[in-house]
């Protein structure tokens, strides 16, 4: 009986000192992180589908309203909390428990929430990079990719402003504007500075309207007037969008990274039969519960 106690307590303790090595599972991170990416793309795509995207290529997305733009931004933060809590969720459930020597109640809660935890930086990570890799390949694939005196970084959100500028009721065929327009577009980006448009390229800007649309001299200076004015409204309403798509990203991804943590603890309680923590029951008790885990 003796020798039987022995062995015992001898696997015992090899176990616990093999266990700190495997800490980390990764299948069930992978898991974790598989299940977020899965339901964020539902959840984006059923956000677009209805209206909220943040972002848009229609010419029409400029004149959105500012609560539209919010409601995006909230939206976009909801998904997260869902997408990352259910991916923290899956890597807490299928995390094996925690070595049953441990006396104290949150080293479990923090293997399990580290689980959750790995797995919003993985499904992070992964979705920061297909979103990289979908970004060079439209850039690549772009027609506007030509040379660098025919392209103006204007040309995607100034385009209607351009044809505006530049319309003419009859114009010789084969016409090529494209090195007009993006000398014409790199001007109008200036309008959004502190000190707008200068004297002498709004000048310029009228010689040229008129050379290639005909129109009299104050025509096109009113015609000019008007499209730096349409310009700056536009780059304006583009810049907000910008600063409100990277704050509801950045807010997204930081709460998802608490909800990820919280999610994995509540899905190793539910794995272990047990109740949710104390932290989770009532927000004001943040002390640390001394339990020691009997043993089989």
Known sequence: MTVETLMREEVLEDEFLEEPARTIQWSSVFAGALAAGAMSFILIGFGVAVGLGVSSASPTWRDASAALALLSGLY???QAIVSFGFGGY?????????PELATVEDDGERRDGLHGLIAWALAVLAGAAMLALLGAAAIDRSPLRSSASNTSAAEPLLSYELDKLFRAP??????DLREVRAEAGRILLTSSSHSGVSADDRTYLVQQVAAVTGLAAPDAERRVTASIA????????????????????AAATLIGAAVAWAAAVAGGRHRDGAPLPNWMASSNRFHRTQRAMPLP
Request: cysteine-free; overall charge positive; glycine content about 2%.
């Open 76 to 78: 976009l933060i909801i």
């Open 170 to 175: 009859r114009r010789a065929p084969n016409t």
């Open 230 to 249: 349409d310009a700056k409204t536009a780059i304006d309403r583009a810049r907000r969008n910008s600063i409100i798509v990277a704050f509801s990203i």
């Open 90 to 98: 899956v890597a807490g459930r299928t995390t094996r428990p925690a």
